[in-house]
């Protein structure tokens, strides 16, 4: 009998464009792709679930994004930055719940000007040695990415959005280029942080060829981790009127990647877990091995909706904590807590 191509995917970590189209386009491979997905996730990291504190601190923004709740178009969020102060508190009280990994991540706003992000790093790298700082706070010129590096941050979360020049046209106005987007991840990758790109599945305009083409361009990168979630339209944004992005294709992709990136990091997100109530369990069963509860204070939590219905808004952090706890365990895997760094190889 010929080799499926979930299994040639498996063993040789990618696969022709036509066959790609197949997997991505039918659910006829589902099944023997999400347990391959599942296989391959347990011989690299066994039943680990990592967990990552996400400090959402500021949704000021300079950008307008098409599909962005918090664009700086959207004159109706009400706007919050989370002082120097109130950030180091966050972490400490995640540092109490088990968290060694803390991903602040914000709008790009200008009151975090490179010397305050470096001493916002360096402060909690000083009192939190054991713990991994991430940073997701847009394009930055080499250099900031430099200076954030020798403050300490080791990590930096990044999506590419799509590795289409036509399609980011159409997801973002004339001031953001793909080609600026992807100097940045290569620029971050030369410094040596461990990277993060990614896409939003489901986002308007976007087809299989476009999904096809982040795959190619995620071959060249080899980031060490992957952020992908369906895109949810936000009532505010010029894309108000898009459907989202599928429960189906996402897991789909989500399986897809961790056969063609084994030992990737790859979150089941609090999107997914928004479009279906128990999407982020069936995330982790496709695949993913990260989740990314929110640490940031419940008094803000409204204020950064990138996206309608967002899940999690009114929960204490340590109530967050022990719902995914359950969530994780419930899918048949195990919350770790420690860094959780790749596992190349
Ligand atoms: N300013 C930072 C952080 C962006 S928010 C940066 O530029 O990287 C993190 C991610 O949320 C974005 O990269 C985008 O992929 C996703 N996102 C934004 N709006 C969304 C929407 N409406 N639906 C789903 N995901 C969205």
Known sequence: MPESIVQQLRETRTL????????LESPAYDAELFAAADAVRREHYGDAVFLRGLIEFTNHCRNNCYYCGIRRDNLKVPRYRLTHEDILSCAKEGYTLGYRTFVLQGGEDPYYTDERVCALVADLHARFPDCAITLSIGEKPRASYQAFFDAGARRYLLRHETASEAHYAKL???????????????????IGYQVGAGFMVGSPYQTTRELIADLRFLQELQPDMIGIGPFIHHADTPFRDFPNGTLELTLRLLAVLRLMFPYVLLPSTTALGTIHPQGRELGLKAGA?????????????????????????????????????????????????????????
């Open 172 to 190: 973002h106005p004339a001031e953001l280029s793909l080609a600026n987007r992807k100097r940045c991840l290569w620029d971050l990758k030369g």
């Open 289 to 345: 091995n990260v989740v990314m509860p929110n640490l940031s204070p419940v008094a803000v939590r409204a204020k950064y909706k990138l996206y309608d219905n967002k899940i999690c808004l009114g929960e204490e952090s340590a109530q967050c904590r022990g719902c995914l706890e359950r969530r994780v365990a419930s899918a048949g895997y195990r919350i770790v807590t420690d860094r959780g760094d790749v596992r190349r190889g």
């Open 16 to 23: 022709p464009d036509a066959e790609l189209f197949a997997l």
